[in-house]
């Protein structure tokens, strides 16, 4: 990525001088940037070969219709010629959302609801979500998180997590039975803005498209409602090998989700195995990396991990107790 070439791309794409670039971060081949132009500030998004047109087309088209909707979302922000992308490099498509000013909120339990509130009605916002064209399929990369984590099952340092996160990949119940809708698929801390003025905002959607809603609210409950266990001795040296779920945070994002749209019974009874998936494709995926780049997950490959293996037959039970009474 040539930053020069950006900037003059952007002032013809846009109309609009650019002051400065600033990259963000780089993953995957995927570039976000920030934009200061003489219009304001944007959030740059520049997709690496492998996301085709028709692939960030559809991404932009769940935006367009949140901001028609005017979910608390970022603004597409349209080129001069009133296009949602232009090619940045051969094969290469890139998009502008407006920036949101503001900083990552803790996530309280105002927060917490807030967001169980927000996921809900996005899961029952299309209408027909088996027609709709942006569709995600994080059960179709099962194989390949079983393929990455048996890969790295002989490795010195990564073996015996890997060959943990590959056992119980296999042994997961049916996940597919579960009802579909539109979800974000990224909803963590890292993706809430709060303005000055308090208004919060779920940025990130270039993972969104239709599939089991369950795995929005695995991924919440899996990252947002658990806390570290104190443990004497510990795998990972000073990272904590196992977390709890907060009874508090699990049972008010429950309620909060609740009352917009109802876990069905079987999403209900399946909590514990879809944060044991979501859990396990991240560490898979972490692992991959760590052993091509050590350190570059940032100690996410132990911590998913460890909140993975502290879904024990007693928290599975206990979490759909919770949701069953967060129901009534």
Known sequence: MNIETIGQLVEKNYGQKVKRLEELNERDGQYVLLAETSGGKLILRLCPPKRSQQQVLSDLGVLTLLNKAEFPVPQLHPTVTKQPLWEWQSGCWAYAVDYIE??????????????????????IFV????????????LGELPLSIARAEAASTHPKWGKLAR??????????????????LIHSDAH???????PEGELYLVDWEQAGVDKMIFDIALVLGWLCVWPQESKSSLFGDAPDKYDFDEEYCTNFLTNYQQV???????????????????GWYTARDIEREIAE???????????????????????????????????
């Open 261 to 279: 749209r109802r876990l069905t019974e079987p999403e209900m009874n399946l909590l514990g195995p879809a944060i044991r998936f979501v859990l």
């Open 164 to 181: 943990e996160v590959a056992s119980t990949l296999k042994s997961l119940p049916d996940l597919s039975i579960l009802p579909i809708g």
């Open 102 to 123: 503001g900083e990552q909120p803790e996530v309280d339990l105002p927060t917490l609801n807030w967001l169980a509130q927000t996921l809900a009605q996005l899961h």
């Open 189 to 195: 801390e890292g993706n809430l803005v709060q303005s």
């Open 127 to 138: 209408g027909k979500p088996a027609e709709f064209p942006a569709q995600v399929d994080w």
């Open 294 to 328: 050590p350190g570059v997950s940032d100690g996410l490959a132990f911590t998913n991990y460890a909140i993975l293996r502290s879904v024990t037959p007693a928290w599975e039970r206990r979490l759909t107790i919770w949701a069953q009474e967060s129901a009534q």
